[in-house]
């Protein structure tokens, strides 16, 4: 109903009711005066524009059951067709994506997110393992999830939480892998802002794996926590023992573990991961095949 027309229903309405009420007898109830005609058109105007509006909002209702939110806007006009009647359009959201696969576009990549806009002081981690946990998630390019890799063989766990820095890229062609210490086990899956501390040196059978350690800048339980010398010696030691031995019973897989390095030459860890992992990007569009992972 055009707002011309709205207004005008409600002129007459309220014209035709106030003989009714003024000059008509006194005890009559309103449900029993007769109305004239001028009435009886605004009633069925009113009548047609609310069954308009239930007939809408429950057509918006049932499709809702069957179809995207976002596809379905609930919003209602009528029209005037043929002998006065009124048509209800129920009208859907254009979208500049209309057209194209959905399912062909590619996941965004954890190891393409912004390394950190105060980097190399806290940098972003995405959180792979968990603190306690000898499930070794790791994060699938293809998928976009991250997903069980394999469980730990020998009998230890993960003495902090563990992931890697995204937007880096070290010697055996992964992430710099980090420990993230904090005062709970932190979700597989989320990121976390992360001080760098020092990191351990580390090679496998892929090539160089540093591992950094750091923690949770916004635990106010460690705020105090700023080099290797804040944090106790025989932690350093329990860190050290378990990537010793954490591969020791898996087959065609080695690990050399030398000492630890302190905060300043972490950070500058993090600025040539970083560095490498521009300058491949730029390069070739890519960086590497992430899938094998450790």
Same mark, same amino acid.
């Given at each position: ?199 351990? $040196? ?5 090539? /160089? !794996?540093? @591992? %950094? *350690?750091?923690? =949770? ?39 050399? $573990? ?5 905060? /300043? !030459?972490? @950070? %500058? *860890?993090?600025? =040539? ?22």
């Amino acid at each position: 109903m055009r707002p011309t027309l709205l207004r005008s229903c409600l002129a007459q309405g309220i014209r035709g009711a106030r003989p009714g009420l003024l000059g008509g007898a006194r005890g009559v109830p309103l449900s029993k005066r007769p109305l004239s005609t001028s009435s009886r058109t605004t009633l069925g105007n009113l009548r047609t524009l609310m069954t308009g509006a239930a007939v809408t909002a429950g057509m918006v209702f049932g499709l809702g059951m069957w179809t995207k939110d976002e596809d379905i806007v609930p919003t209602m006009s009528l029209t005037s067709g043929e002998k006065g009647e009124s048509k209800v359009q129920l009208f859907t959201k254009a979208s500049a994506d209309d057209g194209q696969d959905e399912e062909n576009q590619p996941p965004r990549s954890a190891y393409s997110v912004e390394i950190g806009k105060n980097m190399p002081e806290v940098v972003q981690a995405f959180v792979e393992v968990s603190r306690g946990s000898r499930n070794k998630y790791e994060w699938d390019e293809k998928l976009g999830h991250i997903v069980l890799d394999r469980v730990l063989h020998s009998a230890v766990f993960y003495p902090h939480n563990y992931g890697f820095v995204p937007q880096t890229l070290c010697g055996d062609g992964d992430p710099l892998d980090v420990l993230i210490m904090g005062a709970d086990p932190l979700e597989p899956g989320c990121f976390v802002d992360v001080r760098p501390i020092g990191y351990l $040196v580390m090679q496998d059978e892929k090539g /160089t !794996d540093e @591992k %950094l *350690l750091g923690v =949770a800048a916004k635990d106010p339980r460690l705020y105090e926590v700023r080099t290797l010398r804040n944090v106790p010696e025989h932690v350093l030691r329990e860190i050290t023992q378990f990537f010793e031995t954490y591969k020791t019973l898996e087959k065609n897989k080695w690990v050399k $573990v030398g000492g630890w390095k302190g905060a /300043t !030459d972490a @950070k %500058l *860890l993090v600025e =040539a991961t970083h560095r490498t992992y521009k300058e491949i990007k730029q390069a070739d569009g890519e960086v590497f095949d992430y899938s094998n992972k450790d």
